[in-house]
Nanobody
């Protein structure tokens, strides 16, 4: 069964850190472009970061550059999103998604999605 499962979300104070994990089963993540999206209440889902096959290219939304880092552990078939210096505006449900072709901001491009993990940044 093909599945993506996110974990690592939670409640954190402004300035804190979280590491999100996206674990795959039923397929090999290294063959796929993996993206992290987020969706805040009342807002559209937006791409936060993505990583190409072979880690040759990574993308970050401007507002997270220098704070978030995407990485891949092929041995664990898992992609991570390290989030530092978190801000209240980072509060959202975070999703990982996979496709074979593009580091795209269009959700329709992605074949597989996880169920999401809630990140809340608040004092």
């Amino acid at each position: 069964q093909v599945q993506l499962v996110e974990s690592g979300g939670g409640l954190v104070q402004p300035g804190g850190s979280l590491r999100l994990s996206c674990a795959a089963s039923g397929f090999t993540l290294d063959y796929y472009v993996i993206a992290w999206f987020r969706q805040a209440p009342g807002k559209e889902r937006e791409r936060v970061s993505c990583i190409m096959q072979g880690d040759e290219y990574t993308y970050y939304k401007d507002s997270v550059k220098g704070r978030f880092t995407i990485s891949r552990d092929n041995a664990k078939n898992t992609v991570y999103l390290q989030m530092n210096s978190l801000k209240p505006e980072d509060t959202a449900v975070y999703y990982c998604a996979a496709n074979r072709r593009l580091c795209s901001g269009s959700a329709s491009v992605y074949e597989y999605w996880g169920q999401g993990t809630q990140v809340t940044v608040s004092s």
